[in-house]
């Protein structure tokens, strides 16, 4: 009997092994086919777009990524918060996908000849909420209450800017003053983190506002849950949607429920297994596999703004030399990247700014290709020499990069520095990748990188501004720490410029030459995904990829 | 009795306030500021920085901050998130419940399983039985949490649809993360019931039980289990510990509201007034528990009132 | 009676020649669980230390025209989503993954167990302050203790060990001050004591070496414990990137793929199951021999 037991414990072992591979390994039918860029997330974005008439009513459970920080759009500095916050506020104007600007809560507006100061016609049929109206004074209100240090305002600070006061003219119209004439400010005022809020219910509430918000949108705040759900319920009185929005009523839900599943795995589980209706920010391996799921949809839009772009630090030698950045460029294959990561449901990027930015420059695109053969030979040109180890030297120091990324892996950002590691090696560059908690300290601060990452979602090429103009002597430092004063130049007359086509010019020639000199590597433009259930109709998304509610239903 | 109370009382208070410093000390040197997640770094000026962290009184030196923390917290005010404005205080009561089911029924699993399996593989000690008890109770204790959960989440929830992937509300979304959870704790108990009823059964009472005529099943159940029962018993205390602890990973897989996502949020975000919180909480608990059990020790066995 | 509930357990059947063979058989039946534990340690520790003899394909190579495929003769393993070999990416990973199993249990062990000895040894308030800082390490979750070092310290494979080994060091510190305490208390303590042994002396040449082998047991099962931490680190986003990454940062990537390539994250989770698992089962055997009438720890 002794004999047989070791069988017997090997049996039991293999059981418990076949137990757990049988629970991954039962859907070996829905194997990615690997890398079809023909599969992209956006081709589906217009199917939700239902022409039928929508149903009335019912609840729908929406899963968030992350948890929002704050519900008050000026204290916000979290995208995912903007997910909520858009239904809760409105704003004044409402950017077009072609860039071109309506009316909001504003009817009309008229810009001064030095281009600093806006006055805005307002409508007269809106209220908040909490049944405050809204007038000339609430928009004077929320403008000035972000600049007021006592909001402890986040991001809407440097939105905001150059505003400097508001004038009352009368109870529906209002002047808005800036320090400097800015081509992009209007486009900001669209954003959701410069909505208007309810001043009573500000005032009220003061420093709590962000857990009791109130707005003029579609939907109402009715509770927060922390780390759980947020719920929101239709404002029965909405009356005054833009017109990017079918409905332009109530909307026909009842209400919406933001639950926050910051798992993976969980999230989009959820979906498949009826718990939620939909889920944002579908992992690609995920988009591909859900493609052929009879019950599931997946929407989405692609990010406007700054694509995921690698920036080099030109203070920092030998990147600091054109031709060792043109190095890396041609060495880094930035396709095969995009394809291995994401399945093809990324797209590429190819230009510092992201398609349906004002001004994208789509002659970039297929430009930079990959040739190893080149990068060799112009490190050689610089007199870097392979060592022993496959690794260039020169004057006894090694070819590095000090490549630092964020953490966590967002997006698989973390998995981009492991391949470019992989890729440069090839050409005897050595990468050392450092992952932070502490971006501020290491990027912003100390400027101890060679090579870092980031994007930003925004409605307007002056966002280059911030990330390539040579700073201010006091000033914050840019990521690319570029100083180039014919550079500086296009990009001040690119915040000014009131001629559409001579200021499309000018962001295409700093298109050209960020990209000529390899001052970065565009790596993707990221679209916002969405799982959801079949039923779900009429999701759409804004000019910056915000999901919009306000004609969404659910099929009986 | 009451100088022992006294003086347990007064070294309780002794390390929750330690352990507030500890905490304290910690967060100063950790990287990083709380305006890093309230506001973008790639679009913050420095002034909009330097303003945010006058508005949260970060820009003052650590100890005062502390300081400032500490006297509030002796008036019962802990304070608000510097992210939200959040009342600290209702952030932890909100969520405790939460973590006080699932480490329930997490130890309800724990138990059960560790039990029957543990009996089971005494009683058939060396059969198929006792082989495949003793390699789940290993399994339990060898994988790593937050990956059982994941599995359970996708053959239980996504495969057969038995249970809900996620949430907080009602008992059904508590099976899934109890069984991650309580499946550790049941590989322990398991280990210590066999084991403790192994020795007991071997030992030459019962041979002189039966010499006297009892029944198997009196000599198995009567005494060998009542003998093993209160190593588990002492076990399952320190566990309940170890599952509080388990719930910072757990809570995360599963999506549950709860008090070990907030402190993993908050220790991340720099967010003093939430860490301090939910430390100081969880510090008086496991003083309480810890007290308790002490005393009752002395309660039991004079013998030790010298030692602790 | 007995005849009728006959044969199945050996004991019932009592008798001290069947009591010897019952023995003998649950040596053997515990043994086996033990050589299978000493092969996968084995076989794991000849990983770290030669796994170019052992991987067929270099951890890095990306084979990037064949990502996600499932295991097969070529990959026995599957690829993963880089379209690295996971056999050879796990079989290198083990050195940076038993590197934090065993040199955080070392510092943690050697600091906890330390301080144990110290409050134990020296009693008085030495005992009491050491041991109320020990209760207020105690007080905070090992978890969170680690994720607050690893975050104060960043990224790095000897933060993640040190973080590790500072939330492992109150459970060495009690339980080898309970031992101590215990021995302390023995005659043949006070009998050198009586012939006029030096503190220093007693304690070096008797307290400790008597107190040392629970110390050891949780030592054993603690490199369990610590990749365990460790990997619970990468799951909240603390873990390390290294070129070659160990199991636990593995596991942590790879569980998004979960539903859609099972291999990617199972084996490496797999790999951290099976050490931990016969890590244990060598701890309970250590125990069993060293202290048969060892009570719950702690």
């Known amino acids: 009997m002794s004999r047989r037991k070791p069988f017997i414990q090997s049996a039991a072992v293999l059981l418990v092994l076949a137990l757990v591979l049988a629970a991954c390994g039962s859907n070996k039918d829905k194997e990615p086919s690997a890398a079809d860029p023909a599969q992209s997330a956006n081709t589906t974005n217009t199917e939700s777009a239902s022409t039928s008439t929508a149903v009335q009513g019912g609840e729908l459970t929406y899963a968030l990524a992350t948890s929002p920080d704050s519900l008050d759009p000026h204290r916000s500095g979290l995208a995912v918060a903007v997910r909520v916050i858009r239904t809760i506020y409105d704003s004044l104007v409402v950017q ?57 305002a986040a991001n809407a600070v440097a939105l905001i800017a150059p505003y400097e006061s508001s004038e009352i003219i009368d109870d529906y119209t ?96 959820s979906v498949q ?50 031709k060792a950045r043109q190095a890396v460029q041609l060495a880094v294959d930035v396709d095969s990247i995009v394809k291995t990561l994401y ?45 022993a180890d496959g690794i260039r030297e020169k004057d006894g120091k090694k070819l590095t990069i000090h490549y630092v990324d964020g953490t966590p892996n967002r997006e698989k950002r973390n998995d981009i520095a492991v ?106 433009v990221f679209p916002y995904t969405v799982a959801a259930d079949r039923s779900v109709q009429g999701i759409v998304f804004d000019t910056l990829g915000y999901p919009i509610f306000n004609s969404a239903s659910i099929k009986k | 009795m009451a100088g022992v109370l006294a003086r347990r009382l007064f070294s309780s208070v002794l390390v929750i306030v330690g352990s507030l410093i500890l905490v304290f000390a910690i967060l100063y040197v950790l990287p990083g500021d709380p305006t890093d997640t309230i506001v973008d770094p790639s679009i913050a000026t420095p002034e909009m920085v330097a303003n945010l962290r006058h508005q949260l009184g970060v820009d003052q030196p650590f100890y005062i901050q502390f300081a400032r923390y500490f006297s509030h917290m002796l008036r019962g005010d802990f304070g608000q998130s510097l992210m939200n404005s959040e009342s600290v205080l209702g952030k932890i009561l909100d969520s405790f419940p939460a973590t006080l089911a699932l480490t329930a029924a997490s130890s309800f699993v724990a138990v059960t399983v560790g039990l029957v399996l543990g009996v089971l593989s005494a009683i058939h000690r060396n059969r198929p039985i006792d082989l495949i008890a003793r390699v789940v109770g290993l399994f339990g204790i060898s994988m790593p949490t937050f990956w059982s959960g994941i599995l359970l989440i996708v053959l239980l929830s996504l495969k057969l649809g038995w249970f809900p992937a996620m949430g907080s509300d009602g008992w059904r979304t508590l099976v899934l993360p109890a069984i991650a959870l309580g499946l550790v704790g049941a590989g322990f108990i398991v280990r210590m019931v066999r084991s403790s009823m192994l020795d007991i059964i071997d030992e030459h009472f019962i041979l002189t039980l039966r010499s006297k ?96 | 009676m007995r005849e009728a509930v006959t044969a199945s357990t050996v004991w019932r059947r009592g008798g001290s020649r069947r009591l010897f063979t019952f023995r003998l058989r649950r040596l053997a039946a515990a043994d086996s669980f033990l050589i ?42 599957g690829t993963d989503y880089f379209g690295r070999d996971i056999f050879s990416v796990v079989v290198y990973g083990s050195r940076d993954s038993l590197f934090i199993g ?50 104060a310290l960043g990224k790095g494979l000897f933060n993640i060990v040190l973080a590790v080994a500072v939330s492992s060091i109150p459970g060495y510190a009690r339980i080898m001050r309970a031992q101590i305490i215990s021995i302390k208390g023995r005659t043949f303590i006070a009998a050198s004591r009586s012939v006029g042994a030096t503190p220093f002396h007693i304690f070096w040449k008797h307290v400790l070496p008597n107190a040392l082998s629970p110390l050891l047991v949780m030592a054993a099962i603690g490199v369990g414990t610590a990749i365990l931490t460790g990997s619970g680190l990468s799951f909240l986003g603390l873990g390390v990137l290294r070129e070659i990454p160990d199991w636990g940062t593995l596991l942590s990537q790879g569980r998004g793929y979960l539903t859609v390539a099972w291999w990617i994250c199972t084996f490496p989770g797999l790999a951290i199951t099976l050490f931990v698992l016969a890590v244990n089962i060598i701890g309970d055997r250590m125990r069993d021999r060293l202290d048969p009438k060892k009570n719950a720890k702690g």
């Not at chain 3, 990306?62 to 295991?71: K, R």
Request: charged share 20%; net charge negative; hydrophobic share 45%.
């Open chain 3, 102 to 151: 065993f040199a955080s249990v070392i510092v943690g062990g050697l600091a906890g167990g330390a301080i144990g000895a110290i409050a134990g040894y020296a009693g008085g308030w030495v005992d009491s302050l050491l041991m109320r800082c020990n209760d207020i390490l105690m007080t905070i979750p090992g978890i969170l203790l680690a994720l607050a070092i690893a975050g």
């Open chain 1, 419 to 524: 391949i470019i590691q992989q890729q440069l090696k090839a050409v005897g560059i050595s990468v050392e990748v450092e992952i932070t908690k502490d971006v501020r300290t290491v990027v912003n601060t100390n400027g101890a990188y060679d090579i870092y990452g980031n994007s930003q979602v925004n409605s307007d090429p002056n966002a280059l501004y911030a990330f390539y103009h040579t700073p201010a002597p006091n000033g914050k430092k840019t990521l690319s720490r570029l100083s180039d004063p014919a550079i500086d130049k296009l990009l001040e007359q690119g915040l000014v410029e009131k001629d559409d086509a001579k200021r499309a010019d000018i962001y295409k020639q700093i298109q050209h030459y960020l990209i000529d000199q390899a001052v970065i590597l565009p790596i993707y």
């Open chain 1, 343 to 387: 399945l093809g449901t990324y797209e590429r990027a190819w230009s510092p700014l992201s398609p349906g930015t004002f001004g994208y420059d789509s002659s970039l695109e297929n430009g930079v290709k990959p040739d190893l053969e080149k990068a060799n030979a112009l490190l050689d040109e610089l007199g870097w020499v392979k060592g």
């Open chain 2, 213 to 308: 005529g009892l029944t198997e099943r009196a000599v198995m159940y009567k005494h060998a289990l009542r003998n093993a029962l209160i190593p588990a018993i002492t076990m399952i205390g320190m566990l309940v510990g170890e599952m509080l602890a388990g719930t910072v990973v757990i809570e995360t897989v599963f999506s549950r509201q709860g008090i070990g996502r907030i402190i993993a949020d908050a220790l991340m975000a720099k967010d003093l007034p939430v860490v301090q919180g939910v430390i100081f909480f969880s510090a008086f608990v496991y003083v309480i528990v810890n007290t308790l059990v002490d005393l009752s020790y002395t309660f039991i066995d004079p013998r030790v009132r010298r030692s602790t």
């Open chain 1, 174 to 269: 209002i002047k808005l003053n800036l320090s400097t004439p800015s081509r992009a400010f209007l486009g900001n005022l669209s954003q959701a983190l410069l909505g208007i809020v309810s001043p009573t219910a500000a005032k009220k509430y003061g420093d709590q506002f962000g857990l009791n918000p109130v707005g003029s949108g579609p939907f109402k705040f009715v509770k927060w849950n922390q780390n759980a759900d947020i719920e929101v319920e239709r404002n029965p009185d909405y009356n005054w949607a833009p017109e990017t929005v079918d409905n332009k009523g109530t909307p026909y839900l009842d209400g919406i429920t933001f639950k926050i599943i910051p798992e993976e795995a969980t999230r989009i589980g």
């Open chain 3, 36 to 77: 299978g534990a000493g092969i996968i340690i084995a076989f794991i520790i000849a990983c770290a230390l030669v796994p170019s003899l052992i991987a067929p394909y270099s951890p890095t190579a990306m084979l990037t025209d064949s990502i996600m495929q499932a295991p097969s003769s070529a990959h026995l393993f």
């Open chain 1, 96 to 152: 077009l996908p072609d860039n071109t600007i309506k009316p909001w809560l504003a009817t009309s507006w008229t810009v001064s000849d030095d281009g600093k100061s806006y006055t805005f016609k307002l409508r007269q049929d809106v209220k908040f909420q909490d049944g405050t109206p809204f007038n000339a004074e609430a928009v004077k209100y929320s403008y000035d209450r972000i600049l007021d240090p006592a909001t402890k």
């Open chain 1, 273 to 322: 297994s009826g718990q939620v209706l939909a889920a944002e920010t579908v992992p690609p391996q995920n988009i591909v596999a859900l493609k052929d799921d009879k019950k599931i949809q997946l929407l989405g839009a692609n990010t406007v703004g700054l694509p995921y772009t690698l920036f080099f630090n030109e203070e920092r030698p030998p990147w600091n030399d054109a």
